[in-house]
């Protein structure tokens, strides 16, 4: 790839932040529907998030979150992310204080080590601290495809690192120089949602999530999963954690550290992601209910989309061996052809959210994330938000009622639709951030 090639690349990462699959009929030699009338009724087996697995009811809220929310959370860390396998590390980091942004905010760049050896994995953490806010400051940690001095155009951030699998080593990820006669490098588009996020009184941190493991089968090898093998382990037991449970480990780890520092408020941290750091930021604030407010971005199968709908991508797309399988426990794979049987599904996952605030976020045209399934699952789910005495959605709300494009829906469980496809566009951080304002 050539410099030009290179740059744009970048370039549309940091804007867009998720890769995007065109509408195939078929994927890994599996067809893909994308025709309503086929998708099946989603219904079948689909779990109720309000019925024990004794067949009891929950009645209250209390009965929530001490019996039924922890079997939910058992049953999709058995059959769908896999299990923390993992303590977490004494909790270690370096701190780089300065200004940011020509003086406009406080910047910090920390990194989080995840474990005790001193070449094992670790997290660089780059975070910006409104300068009008006395006390700790709340913040916006999102999770980026982008190193961080790719994510922003802010001099003196320090080069990111990549995991080189000739060498099994980090190596420096800089921006390759613009080749002769290309136009002028535009401002990256993290550079002005930062600052109106500041302006707003609000914190923005951003990592890249394959510092924690990348972003492939055998990212085990140098990630967080392998310093947990046992000896002569190569791969994962079937209810052992994919890499969507490494990443959210990892991030989980980085919460460890905003409590430790006075300049932020762990209580009113928001999290984010895209695509399927998008399905990373759910399940992160499923097993860490310390993130005081959730926006998973586009986060379709494997996320907050229901399974039983057969349209888009589904789990046999996804699990396929040439695919992502190795982001999910084993187990979920065996439910590629029998999905009604799958003993979880989106709604329990956004049940799991309940009551913080929730920003389910799509698009129009992102047909193989199916953005109605996320409103389905919401709708399901609305009933245990409910039960906190939250509002959900809108009163009344149907499956087949999915709001109109850019007319978001502020309520505790809440969901946009922005005109367009699979990624975060521009106007999409205005909603996060008014979201955040709202509940946070």
Not at 174 to 202: H, N, Q, S, W
Not at 216 to 223: A, L
Not at 232 to 250: C, K, L, R, Y
Not at 296 to 320: D, F, K, L, Q, W
Request: aromatic share 10%; net charge neutral.
């Amino acid at each position: 790839m050539n410099g030009k090639a290179l740059f744009l690349s970048l370039a549309l990462a940091v804007f867009a932040t998720a890769s995007v699959s065109a509408q195939n009929d078929v994927v890994a030699g599996i067809p893909v529907n994308y025709d309503e009338s086929k998708v099946g009724d989603y219904k079948l087996g689909l779990p109720d998030p309000l019925v024990m697995n004794n067949g009891k009811k929950v009645k209250n809220a209390r009965q929530w979150m001490k019996k039924r929310r922890p079997e939910i959370v058992k049953l999709f860390e058995t059959y769908e992310y896999g299990k923390w396998a993992a303590p977490k590390p004494k909790l270690r980091y370096d701190v780089i204080e300065d200004q940011g942004f020509g003086g406009l905010a406080n910047r910090k760049q920390v990194t989080v080590y995840l474990s005790d050896k001193p070449d094992g994995p670790s997290v660089d953490v780059l975070i910006y601290l409104p300068k009008n806010v006395k006390g700790p400051a709340p913040l916006l940690l999102n999770l980026s495809f982008s190193q961080n001095n790719l994510a922003v155009s802010d001099p003196g951030v320090k080069p990111g690192t990549r995991w080189d699998p000739a060498t099994g080593q980090r190596v420096k990820v800089e921006m390759p120089p613009m080749p002769a006669g290309a136009p002028a490098r535009p401002r990256f588009g993290m550079d002005e949602t930062i600052k109106t996020f500041l302006e707003a009184g609000y914190g923005f941190a951003t990592l890249c999530y394959t510092d924690i493991e990348p972003d492939n089968k055998d990212g085990w090898k140098v990630g967080v999963r392998g310093l947990f093998f046992k000896d002569g382990q190569t791969q994962p037991a079937n209810d052992e954690w994919g890499t969507i449970s490494a990443w959210a480990w990892g991030i989980s780890t980085v919460m460890d550290y905003f409590e430790k520092d006075k300049d932020i408020d762990a209580k009113r941290i928001a999290l984010t992601g895209c695509s399927r750091l998008g399905k990373t930021t759910i399940w992160t604030a499923a097993r860490d209910p310390r993130f005081a407010v959730v926006i998973p971005s586009c986060s379709g199968e494997g996320g907050a989309a229901i399974s039983r709908r057969n349209y888009g991508e589904n789990v046999a797309h996804i699990t396929a061996e040439s695919r992502y399988r190795y982001q999910f426990c084993y187990n979920y794979s065996t439910y590629a052809d029998r999905v009604n049987e799958l003993p979880v599904d989106a709604n329990l996952l956004v049940a799991l959210i309940a009551p913080r605030p929730l920003l389910l976020q799509t698009g129009t045209t992102d047909t193989w994330s199916d953005s109605k399934g996320e409103w389905v699952a919401a709708v399901e789910a609305a009933k245990v938000y409910e039960l906190f005495g939250k509002d959900a959605l809108y009163p009344g709300a149907k499956v087949d009622e999915v709001p109109a494009a850019d007319h978001p829906v502020y309520s505790t469980l809440g969901y946009v639709i922005h005109e367009g496809g699979h990624g975060v566009m521009p106007q999409d951080w205005t909603y996060y951030l008014e979201f955040i304002k709202k509940h946070l």
